[in-house]
């Protein structure tokens, strides 16, 4: 019954931001580690940004630092996705996912659910 729901892609131009939004049920992912990863058409899936609320920890992919923004809204079960100054290279479906553990990964192995996935599309 665990269901992750991703909303919030779009079509922006470079510079621009979206938030996207995940909201899980049968879940309480307070007590899992949280990640966002994309995958583009021909591009294998890649790590973006994960957080942890037991442990208070947040991890980035370099390729994101200091324009992605992850955080969660505990009591409405939801984790969020801020993208500021987008690039082109930004353009991928984004898929939510809950993790096994407490414990902060970037393989998707370490994930057991995922959600169906946003469209992010990013003009030049």
């Known amino acids: 019954q665990v269901q992750l729901v991703e909303s919030g892609g779009g079509l922006v131009q470079a510079g621009g931001s979206l938030r996207l939004s995940c909201a899980a049920s049968?879940?309480?992912?307070?007590?899992?580690?949280m990640g966002w990863f994309r995958q583009a058409p021909g591009k294998e899936r890649e790590f973006v940004a994960a957080?942890?609320?037991?442990?208070?920890?947040?991890n980035y992919a370099d390729s994101v630092k200091g324009r992605f923004t992850i955080s969660s809204a505990n009591a409405k079960n939801t984790v969020y996705l801020q993208m500021n100054s987008l690039k082109p290279e930004d353009t991928s479906v984004y898929y939510c996912?809950?993790?096994?553990?407490?414990?902060?990964?970037?393989?998707?192995?370490?994930?057991?659910?995922w959600g169906q996935g946003t469209q992010v599309t990013v003009s030049s």
């Open positions: 996912a809950a993790g096994v553990a407490r414990e902060i990964t970037t393989d998707n192995r370490g994930y057991a659910y």
């Open positions: 049968g879940l309480a992912f307070s007590r899992y580690a």
């Open positions: 957080i942890s609320w037991s442990f208070g920890i947040t």
